[in-house]
């Protein structure tokens, strides 16, 4: 595991940079430097002072990786907590900065249309597609892109699988270091609220947690396992039936900070002390982790670097594709990193 970098050494300012001087969105920065006319003027003349201020430049090498000719890369997303999709953006967008892509961002009903709007990028022109969860993991989407040979990169899913690479951390042995931790702490009722159990990153998570608690010398126990789908909501109602239990939990890690956070909330209005009468720890390390108090120990999930990877792979992927080249699946895993604040301390 490598220690967190609030940015890349020796790196100039980026977009998140800019987007935060000027009080904008990643995207919004995007756009105007694309020359894009969805953008009001006054917004626009923000964006450009504030690149002009910061000395933001392009990286016109990089760009000239592609060999001239625009990659067309499509983002689909669903069901994403803000925090999450803000870093996803701002490591999508810089990279594709960097290269000459135009970035097609949408949304989409998992249950609904998902497959409709794969078909309508595809035949809107775009090469490659890059799917996080929970897309990465339905397998109607995956069978379109597979059919038609769509470069592709999916983020925290399984295996790699013909034209489609993959970009993860291990998310079993982040959860596992952090239910050691915890345990290490003297917690031997540690509970556990998961993230959507019809995603391949919950089910890994959820593996984690219970062979740490197994190596710790405890043994699961199954009151103590809430169910949760990565929301506030459902992390709030995961924490209440927690800490109703008669013999509730002395710590609660759950499975993405959003949760966790919810899980604070829950504790402070039974008149809880966190981390004095309960720890609480997240997974993710999103801008909630440090917006909060207690400010959480959590794992980080390098998602910047996560989505900048992955546009890396697809620009391969696609000059590959173009002079007629195989490209087989890769994986990329990344480390993660255990992060301790505030929000954790031995039990009473």
């Known amino acids: 595991m490598k220690p967190k970098q609030s940015r890349r050494q020796g790196s100039g300012p980026t977009i998140a940079d ?80 960097r290269y000459n892509i135009q970035l097609v961002v949408e949304h ?118 809430q169910e949760g789908i990565f929301t506030y909501r459902s992390g709030l109602t995961g924490a209440e039936k927690l800490l109703d239990l008669k013999q509730p939990p002395t710590a609660v890690f759950a499975s993405n900070d959003e949760m966790a956070a919810a899980t604070i909330s829950v504790a402070q209005r039974q008149g809880l002390d966190v981390p004095r009468d309960l720890t609480v720890c997240g997974f993710d390390d999103t801008a909630l982790a440090t917006t909060i108090w207690p400010e959480l120990t959590t794992i980080h999930q390098p998602v910047v670097d996560m989505s900048r990877a992955a546009v890396d792979l697809l620009v391969k992927k696609v000059r590959a594709q173009r002079a007629g080249e195989a490209e087989q699946g890769q994986q990329v895993q990344l480390d993660f990193t255990l992060i301790r604040r505030r929000s954790d301390a031995p039990p009473r």
């Open 108 to 225: 989409c009903d998992v249950e609904l249309n998902a497959e409709a709007v794969v078909a309508r990028m595809l035949s809107g022109g775009v090469e490659a597609m890059l799917l996080p969860p929970p897309l990465s993991d339905l397998p109607a989407v995956l069978e379109v892109l597979e059919s038609s040979e769509t470069p592709t990169v999916l983020i925290a899913a399984e295996q790699p699988r013909n034209n489609i690479s993959v970009v993860k951390i291990d998310d079993y042995q982040a959860a596992y270091e952090m239910t050691r931790h915890i345990a290490s702490l003297g917690h031997r009722r540690i509970g556990y609220i998961t993230g959507d159990r019809g995603q391949q990153v919950s089910q890994r998570r959820l593996k984690g947690y219970r062979q740490a608690l197994k190596d710790s010398g405890l043994c699961p126990v199954d009151e103590l396992v």
């Open 18 to 97: 800019v987007a935060r001087e000027a009080g904008v969105s990643p995207m919004t920065v995007s756009r105007v430097i694309n020359g894009e006319d969805s953008v009001r003027a006054r917004t626009r003349e923000t964006v450009n002072a504030a690149i002009k201020f910061l000395g933001y430049t392009p990286n016109s090498a990089a760009r000239s990786l592609a060999g001239g000719a625009q990659i067309k890369i499509g983002l689909l997303h669903s069901h994403l907590n803000a925090s999450y999709l803000s870093a996803f953006l701002i490591g999508a967008l810089e990279q594709s900065s």
